[in-house]
């Protein structure tokens, strides 16, 4: 698998490389020896669009330490550097010599989807596990916070508002606690699961929705978000655990999964906004295995694909 960045091409190869969905990921998102789904299944939905032509995998720039001090406390991120403080494990799984690597090159690859997405409209991560991360702390199975990383990566990169529009299962209460005193950056948040709730605040709004009225809800979310004209680029956290099967609720299905990808990618078409998506949650069960997960997330990258595509 070759996540190389290759030379700048020029001419109708330019145009040919830019039509390209990139979507970023190396072999340093998995190189933890943790076993949880949250991280190994990246490698297989990288697997998955290897050979894709629409879609060009890409390996970002880790994030460093400077840039995670901008939303993490440095006694933190040393902690998971180092593994000699109880913070390194604060993130609900044991710590490792190479979780740092992962992490950093996983939020990495949410900033760098940040800042292609701007240039090019539409870019993702298969990055996964970041919502719940705080300034000083890692929370379910999220160490470092790669939404508010990339979105403080596109401020500086010129981006006045910037959407985290947040779909995973579980409640995004990091992502709102780190956004909660920053300009120009917002969060739209509709959950299935009450983990991590927070109460709403002016730049960060959760709403809670069933089974039965999932995408009736994120229709309304998404429709009352103002002005979507100046919004200069939407993270979206994509994930999959809202489905029945993936940690969910009876009800959501891959049908509806399939419908909420639609449902959100046409509403960026309409108003033309730049989104950088990443993977987010999505668990195993007995009634979902690895290719069955993969399927759901393909829901996602197709979806951006041929929005790239429409886009140029």
Wanted: contains cysteine.
């Amino acid at each position: 698998m070759s996540t190389s960045t290759s030379p700048t091409p020029s001419g109708p190869a330019l145009h040919n490389a830019i039509s390209k969905l990139v979507v970023y990921f190396s072999l340093a998102y998995v190189s933890t020896d943790e076993e949880f789904p949250t991280f190994e299944k990246a490698r297989y939905v990288a697997a998955r669009f290897e050979n894709d032509p629409t879609v060009e995998l890409r390996a970002p720039k880790p994030c460093t330490v400077a840039e995670l001090a901008d939303v993490h406390e440095l006694e933190f991120i040393e902690a998971i550097q180092n593994g000699d403080h109880e913070l390194s494990t604060s993130h609900d799984f044991e710590w490792d010599e190479k979780l740092f690597e992962a992490v950093s090159a996983s939020t990495g690859g949410m900033r760098s989807a940040a800042l292609t997405a701007l240039e090019e409209g539409v870019a993702g991560s298969l990055s996964s596990g970041l919502h719940h991360a705080r300034a000083h702390t890692g929370a379910g199975y999220c160490v470092f916070n790669g939404l508010v990383v990339a979105a403080l990566a596109a401020r500086s990169a010129g981006a006045k508002r910037v959407l985290i529009l947040d779909l995973d299962a579980h409640c995004g209460g990091g992502t709102a606690s780190l956004i909660a005193d920053l300009v120009g950056i917002e969060q739209v948040d509709v959950s299935v699961h009450g983990f991590d709730s927070y109460s709403s605040t002016e730049n960060a709004h959760l709403t809670m929705a069933t089974g039965k009225n999932y995408l009736q809800v994120i229709g309304q979310e998404i429709e009352q978000i103002a002005h979507p004209e100046t919004i200069d680029l939407v993270l979206y956290n994509a994930g999959m655990d809202p489905h029945e099967h993936a940690g969910g609720l009876i009800g959501i299905t891959s049908q509806v999964i399939e419908q909420r990808e639609s449902m959100v990618f046409d509403w960026l078409a309409q108003n033309n906004i730049p989104v950088a998506f990443t993977l987010a949650g999505g668990y195993l069960s007995a009634n979902l295995e690895m290719d069955g997960l993969v399927d759901l997330h393909a829901f996602t990258l197709n979806a951006a694909s041929a929005l790239k595509r429409a886009r140029g």
